[in-house]
């Protein structure tokens, strides 16, 4: 009988490891995404809360436009800040105590990482330059056919379900499961080294800078409507609308999307 514990095989590589787990809810706005939630949560590499989970609900100074997809409307945030009045917050939590090394998590860390990094650039701040662990692509690195590795795809996968989508907090606590099982299931095959198992994973962007800023601008509907003529240099139209659906769009597809705010990016992360 194998005596094989992963647990134990973690246990040197996360040792000191502090694992800050964000998730973001945003609306589509004419300069790009704007937060209107995060959650956070902070584990080590079993998976256990090394402090309360938190979620700060934000104005993002713009009507939202996706409620039916995180559920949050404008009365929700009506008095609540912007997300700026929380950069200082969230430096807090993503800054290392002396012997500590902090690591943020991220399912489809693009998103959740550019749209932090956006914020920032509106308040002429950086996103401290941490090093970042995307659990997408380390579970399409451990290939456990999961088919899209979304997140509800890989806590199926490990015998879980999700706890309520799209809710900040829910989502963060989601992927700091997820992040347990996936190092779990990387100790099982050998990656007993933290820092390789990362940049095997993700070998372009194993630090925050590496993640771009999430576009400066969207084709939002707002900002369809108010184009004019001479900004193109062709007639103005009114585009087709298109309906959120359950099948994978293409980026064509995804690239017209009406009204569904981060919809586009659900079908990767989601």
Request: charged share 25%; aromatic share 4%.
């Amino acid at each position: 009988m194998s005596l094989y514990r992963p647990e134990v095989a973690l246990a040197a590589p996360t040792a000191g490891v502090r694992f800050v787990v964000p998730d973001v809810e945003t609306t589509p706005s004419d300069d790009g995404d704007r937060i209107v939630s995060v959650g956070v949560v902070q584990v080590d590499g079993r998976g256990q809360r090394l402090a309360a989970p938190v979620e700060w609900r934000c104005n993002p100074g713009v009507r939202i436009e996706n409620t039916r997809i995180h559920r949050i409307t404008d009365a929700d945030v009506a008095d609540q800040q912007l997300f700026h009045a929380r950069l200082d917050d969230l430096a807090g939590v993503l800054t290392a105590t002396s012997g500590e090394r902090v690591v943020l998590v991220a399912h489809h860390a693009p998103f959740d990482v550019g749209v932090l990094h956006l914020e920032h650039q509106r308040a002429g701040r950086a996103l401290p330059d941490v090093e970042v662990f995307d659990t997408l692509a380390l579970a399409r690195h451990l290939k456990l056919g999961t088919g899209r590795y979304r997140l509800p795809d890989v806590l199926a996968h490990f015998g879980l379900t999700v706890t309520d989508h799209h809710n900040a907090l829910a989502d963060a606590a989601d992927t700091a499961r997820a992040l347990a099982r996936l190092l779990h299931a990387a100790a099982r095959e050998g990656h007993t080294d933290l820092g390789a198992l990362l940049a095997a994973a993700q070998p372009d962007r194993p630090r925050a800078s590496g993640y771009p800023a999430r576009p400066a601008a969207r084709n939002t509907r707002a900002g369809r409507a108010r184009r004019s003529p001479s900004s193109t240099g062709r007639p103005a139209t009114t585009p087709r609308t298109r309906s959120c659906r359950s099948s994978p769009p293409t980026p064509t597809w995804t690239a017209g999307w009406r009204g569904c705010g981060s919809a586009s990016r659900c079908v990767v992360r989601c």
